[in-house]
């Protein structure tokens, strides 16, 4: 069952505070996320295949254009195998959770996908310095049409121990500290503001046609959220909902950014499961179990049908 295969990823207004360059609390941040991190396995609370098509929520995928309703991603952990022989051995591996099987577990079994592509468009991984040049880098995408050509520092795989999770992560923290500091910063300008279900949950006694437009405009009376609305680049930067998504604690908010970085919808483990899941515990396991692999693990991307 091989893939490509059926069976077989300018503050505008005036005086705009400048953004900040951290440093030293975005290392600080790092620190703490690895020890959020690690102290969780690929195990507890998230979803495991089979189960049944119902459970699966709608996915999109940015990198793949047109028909983008059943595909998604998936990373897929293998023990070391070398270039000739991966695509077997993701056939393999996925062979369990096709759609067609025909030696079903149960009779309600469902199945996961109806074919694959090894593909990372969108989140590839980063090569570890030093090693842009290992054969098993897998550096092809099969869902293009056209010859890709990756720079060296970025593939769609290969074995754990030279791929560089952490230089996206700490790219990360930085962003997020940065954007945090400067949100902070602009905010205190203006009298607190607070998220729009607040005003969703006021509107609640009113009658249901009034109800949205009667929220949306008290939100939006708000002098933050007038002053966000004004610059397209303030609200692409602080989104149109800031109270909802900046009103933590920085460490709370760089942690949530940084582990969210190499998540897939979904996992294949090496010993053979299927995970998925979202929010904080998907991620923290995923992130565990990448980095809990021993060096010689392939670890590829790939976009599946389901």
């Avoid at 992560?169 to 962003?175: H, N």
Wanted: contains cysteine; charged residues 25%.
């Amino acid at each position: 069952m091989l893939g490509g295969n059926t069976a077989g990823q300018n503050l505008g207004d005036e005086d705009p505070a400048p953004e900040p360059t951290p440093t030293d609390e975005p290392t600080r941040l790092l620190r703490a996320l690895a020890s959020h991190l690690t102290g969780a396995a690929c195990q507890g609370g998230l979803r495991t295949a089979p189960r049944a098509p119902s459970d699966r929520a709608p996915s999109t995928d940015r990198a793949t254009g047109g028909d983008t309703m059943g595909k998604q991603r998936i990373t897929v952990c293998l023990p070391p195998v070398g270039p000739d022989g991966l695509k077997q051995a993701i056939g393999q591996a996925m062979a369990p959770f096709w759609y067609d099987r025909e030696d079903r577990p149960h009779p309600d079994w469902v199945g996961e996908w109806s074919y694959w592509f090894v593909s990372g468009a969108g989140c590839l991984f980063d090569v570890l310095p030093g090693h842009e040049d290992d054969p098993r880098l897998v550096r092809y995408d099969d869902w293009t049409e056209l010859p890709e050509v990756l720079p060296p520092s970025r593939c769609h795989g290969g074995p754990r121990g030279i791929l560089d999770l952490d230089t996206p992560r700490a790219a990360e923290a930085r962003r997020a500290a940065g954007n945090w500091t400067a949100y902070h910063a602009f905010a205190d300008r203006y009298p607190p503001v607070l998220p729009f279900h607040h005003f969703a949950e006021r509107a609640r006694t009113l009658e249901p046609e009034h109800a949205r437009e009667a929220a949306v405009a008290a939100f939006r009376e708000q002098p933050l959220i007038q002053a966000i609305e004004a610059d397209p680049a303030l609200e692409e930067r602080f989104t149109s909902d800031p109270a909802l998504h900046l009103d933590e604690d920085l460490e709370t908010y760089v942690t949530r950014h940084v582990a969210a970085v190499l998540p897939t919808p979904a996992l294949l483990t090496l010993d053979g499961r299927w995970v998925e899941g979202g929010g904080p515990d998907y991620e923290r396991m995923f992130n565990a179990c990448l980095d809990g692999l021993p060096g010689d693990t392939m670890v590829v991307r790939v976009l599946y049908h389901s």
